[in-house]
Structures are given as C-alpha cells and as structure tokens.
C-alpha cells in the first residue's frame, strides 16, 4: 500500500515564499501590494454599499416613503457590481496573482495563456467596465433633477448600449489587430514576455496604442457631458451640501479622467519592465479607483444613509415648500 505523500514542511513552505519573493525586484513587489491594498480596500467598500442597497430595498417594502427612492436602486447596484468587477480585473493583471491564484487547480499558465487573459483584461477593463461606469455614474447625476422616476429597465439597457461602441473598438483593435503587418508592435500587443530575476519568462499586460486611443476619445466626449451635466444640477441645487457633494464629485471625475489618459499617453513611452511603467500604471489604477470610491461613497452611500435618517419624506432641491412637499410623493434625488 503506498503512503500519502509527505506534507511540505514549514522551512520548505518558507523557502518558496522567499524565492518568489527574490525573483521579482523590489519596485514591483511594492507596486503590486499597493494596488493589491487599494482593490481591497475598494472591494470593501462595494460590499458595504452593496448591503446599503439590499437594506433600503428591503426597507421600502415596509416603508411606504422609500418607494420613490428605491426607484433608481438598480442602477445603483450596476454601480456597485461594475466597480467590484473591475476590482476584480485588476487583480489580474498583477502577474503572480495571475500565475499562482488565478487556477489554483493547475500548475502553471502557458505564456499564450497569460497573453490571453491580459488581452481579456483590457478588453473588459477599457472597452466595457470603465465606460459603462462612467455612462452610469452620469445616468445617475442627469436622474437627479428629473421629476419623474425613471424606469430602471430602461435606464440599464441606455447605459449598456451607449458602452457597446467602445467594447466592440477595443474587440477589433485588441483581438483582430488590423494592420498589424503594417504597424510597430505597441499599437496592438496587450502583452509583452519579460524574464525575472531568476530567468524565469513571465508575461506583462500592456495597455496597446489603440486601446487608449480609443478611451481617450470616449473619454474626451464624456468629459464635456459630464461637465455640461453637473452645471444643470448646480443651476437647480439650493442645499448647500448637496452643493459641495456635486462639486466633490465632478472635481474628482475631471482630475481622474486627464490623469489616467496622460498615463496611457506614456504608457509606450517606457518599457512593461521598467519601473517608470509601474509607477505610471500604479498612478492610472489610484486615480480611477479614487473617482470609482468617490462615487460610491457620494451617489450611493450618502443618499442612502439620508434617506433612512429621514425616512424618505425629503427632497433636497426644490426652491418652495409646497413645490416640495408635491414633489417628494414621486421624486427623490439621487444625491
């Protein structure tokens, strides 16, 4: 009869962490425990939100003054699930969570494996989680002044549909590569194989040419909605702490949409193994976990807590007090 297999023993336990450890340089590792740190720390925060939600709407079925707000809770749970999805994603662009976690039932991922998943990994993170965030974020903000509820079906299916361009761009330009004969390797490769400490090849994602050019441009046209959307709101907001929530929030969108499109800008200038690449990739992930944290905490997290404080009989922005108390039976904002 044979015997099980000797369990390794701590020291060899140990001895494996540290190899890893020692064939990945320093700058790296530290790069990658921050982002590590951030996911967690925004991975978090969409659970909390995402309870927040499922309590409200529990609520308002006993609660006939929440059922106007409740209005919006699915777009506010595709809020959520979009940034814990894109949590998500970014953990696996990290390469030893890719190589270690990502199937724990097998041994190792083939090189062709690793390039794969960071094509998937751009695809999703700059061709549908990002953008349709953003479509979103912005449905969110335009609803708040609306005076009527608007209908949740039709508000997921818009905010899908206007992010279908961008996804299909970024399948053609990252799976199909036209042009690829014609055109340097950095507009169109997703992933490049680098070599470790040890010499062992490891595969880097990479952000192509195209990938950014075409966020860029989306990004440039939703900036100027964005800003057209928050001066309407502004134009209609009398409560000075909505007020300041508004100018939060827009104030973070606007420095986190430049930052992270400079970042893409030099993502070519520099190689996937230099350390100005991981800084350069550490800054776009920390400006657009920032924008993503904000809006949780100020579209969902806020208004939710008020409107249990208060029990839903509030509106927030109307100009007279009968106008208001009118206007709360079928609307109440969504910040």
Known sequence: MNSPPPSPSPSASLYAASSLLYSVPLPSIVFDLVTL???????????FALSFILHLHDRSRQTHSLQNFTSLWTVRLLLVLLVLFWSLNETIRLPFIRRKYLFPFRESLSLDQEAAICQLNVVLSLGFLQPCFLMTLLYLVNASIKKRNPNCLRAIISVVSLSLPVLCLQVVFVYFAPFSDTLPNFMYVS???SADLRGERMVLCACPFFSWLVYGGFALA????????????????????????????????????PAQIICLCLSWVWEPETHLYGAMLLTMFLSVAACMAAAVVLLVVKPIQEALDAGGDYCLWSHDEALRRREASEHQPAL
């Open 37 to 47: 740190l951030f996911v967690a720390l925004l991975f978090l925060l969409s659970l």
């Open 191 to 193: 992933s490049v194989v």
């Open 222 to 257: 939703y900036g100027v909605a964005f800003s057209v959307s928050c001066w309407r709101v502004m134009a209609f907001v009398i409560n000075k702490g909505i007020a300041r929530r508004i100018n939060v929030l827009a104030t973070t969108v606007m420095v986190a949409l």
